[in-house]
C-alpha cells in the first residue's frame, strides 16, 4: 500500500450527509447543504458573506471580474503560485504581471511589490499604469502559500496608498489566522478552495468570502447565470458556477472537524521538522510556517548543492518504498502560457521551485507512517552523502 501525499479525511457524517441529497433528491445546485456551508465558511473565516463556486478556480474568476478586471488589464501575484492564479486573470482577459517571493514564508516579495508600482508605474486617469505597457493595474492578488498569511498590513497599506483593489487566493488557508484574526477580514475579498487534496474538501469545489453586501451579492448574481427570479430572464452575461447540494453535503461533514484537521496538520508539521532537524547541518530546510499557519502541505528542501541527492531520485526511491511525494509549483514565469507576461523576481522563486519535496501530510496518517516515511528519507539520503 502506499503511503498516499495528501488524501481526504473521510470519517465523519459524509455518508449520511450524502444520503440525505439523495434521498430529498436534491443532488443539484439547490439544497440545504449549499447555504449551511456558506454560513459555516462565514463562522470559520470571518467573513461576513460566502458564495460556493465550482471550483476555486471559477471563485477567482468571479472574484476577478466582480471587481472590475478587464481585458488588457493587469493583475499583481506572485510567480510562485499554482497556475490557477494565473487563469483565473486570463479567463478575464486580463494579464499577470508576476512577482516574486520573500524567501521567508514563499509569498509575495511586500517590499519588491512596493518598489515596483513606485519605480514601474504611473498614476493618472484615477489609475495605476504599469509603464513599460501602458496598461493599467486592476488588482493586487497574494497568494497565502501552503497556509501561511504574509504581512496583510503591509498589503492593505500599499492598496490603499495606490487605491488597487486587494483580492487573495486563500485556496489551501482554511483554518489559518493572522494575529488571531481569521483570514475573512485580511482582503477586500478572497477565495478558498476545497479541490480533494485540501484539508478541507467537497471533492472539488470553492467559496468566495467577503464582507461588502453589494460586492458579495453581485458575484452570486454572476456565479448564478444572471438569472432574474424564477423565470428565463437574464441581465447580463453570466457564469453557471454554482456549487452542487453533493459536493456542498460533503463539505459540510468536512467543516465539521475543521479544528482537528488543521491541528493534526500542525502537528506533522512538527514532526517532520523536528525528525530532520539535524539535516540543516549538512544545507536541508523545511517548509516555512508563519504564525497562524494551516500549514497544508509539508516536506523539506534540498540544500543548494543538489549534488547530495536529486529532487527526482529522492522521490523515485520513495515511490519504490510505497511512499508518495512530489515536486511542487513550477514557477508561472517559467511556463509557456506566461513567459511573456511582466515580471519582477529576484531569484527566489526560481532557486527554491527544484528542490521542494512534498511529503505525506494527509490528516488521517498515522504515527507508525509518519516514522516510515522519516526512515526512509533519512536512508535515501545518507545513501546519496
Not at 321 to 342: A, C, M
Amino acid at each position: 500500500m502506499m503511503i498516499p501525499l495528501a488524501v481526504p479525511n473521510l470519517m465523519g457524517r459524509e455518508k449520511e450527509y450524502l444520503n440525505n441529497c439523495i434521498d430529498s433528491t436534491y443532488v443539484s445546485s439547490i439544497g440545504e447543504y449549499v447555504t449551511r456551508l456558506e454560513e459555516m465558511t462565514v463562522n470559520v473565516t470571518g467573513g461576513r458573506y460566502a458564495v460556493a463556486t465550482s471550483s476555486g478556480t471559477t471563485g477567482l474568476h468571479a472574484m476577478l471580474t466582480a471587481i472590475g478586471v478587464k481585458e488588457g488589464e493587469l493583475v499583481i501575484i506572485p510567480t510562485f503560485t499554482f497556475i490557477a492564479s494565473a487563469n483565473a486573470i486570463a479567463h478575464c482577459g486580463a494579464i499577470p504581471w508576476l512577482m516574486d517571493i520573500s524567501a521567508d514564508h514563499w509569498c509575495m516579495d511586500i517590499d519588491l511589490l512596493s518598489l515596483e508600482l513606485e519605480r514601474r508605474c504611473t498614476i493618472r486617469n484615477g489609475g495605476v499604469f504599469h509603464d513599460e505597457t501602458g496598461r493599467r493595474v486592476a488588482a493586487i492578488m497574494p497568494v497565502y502559500t501552503l497556509g501561511n498569511i504574509p504581512d496583510m498590513e503591509a498589503f492593505r497599506s500599499i492598496a490603499d496608498k495606490f487605491h488597487i483593489p486587494l483580492a487573495v487566493d486563500a485556496a489551501c488557508a482554511i483554518g489559518a489566522t493572522h494575529h488571531k484574526e481569521a483570514i475573512g477580514n485580511l482582503a477586500d475579498v478572497s477565495v478558498i478552495s476545497f479541490n480533494g487534496n485540501k484539508t478541507i474538501t467537497c471533492g472539488g469545489g470553492g467559496m468566495v468570502v467577503g464582507r461588502d453586501e453589494k460586492l458579495m451579492n453581485y458575484i452570486r448574481h454572476i456565479t448564478t447565470t444572471a438569472r432574474i427570479g424564477t423565470e428565463y430572464d437574464f441581465d447580463m452575461i453570466g457564469f453557471n458556477y454554482r456549487m452542487t447540494n453533493i459536493q456542498a453535503a460533503v463539505g459540510c461533514a468536512q467543516m465539521e472537524r475543521l479544528q482537528e484537521f488543521v491541528h493534526r496538520k500542525k502537528e506533522i508539521r512538527r514532526f517532520y521538522a523536528s525528525a530532520f532537524d539535524d539535516l540543516k547541518n549538512i544545507g536541508f530546510s523545511f517548509f516555512p510556517k508563519t504564525a497562524g499557519s494551516s500549514c497544508w502541505l509539508s516536506g523539506i528542501v534540498l540544500p543548494e548543492d543538489k549534488g547530495l541527492v536529486d529532487v527526482r531520485k529522492l522521490s523515485g526511491k520513495l515511490k519504490e518504498n510505497g511512499i508518495e511525494s512530489r515536486t511542487f509549483w513550477k514557477p508561472v514565469h517559467l511556463q509557456k502560457p506566461y513567459r511573456d507576461s511582466p515580471c519582477s523576481l529576484r531569484g527566489i522563486a526560481e532557486n527554491i521551485w527544484g528542490r521542494i519535496v512534498t511529503l505525506p501530510c494527509s490528516s488521517n496518517i498515522t504515527e507508525a507512517e509518519l516514522e516510515f516515511v522519516v526512515e526512509n528519507v533519512r536512508d535515501i539520503i545518507q545513501s546519496y552523502c
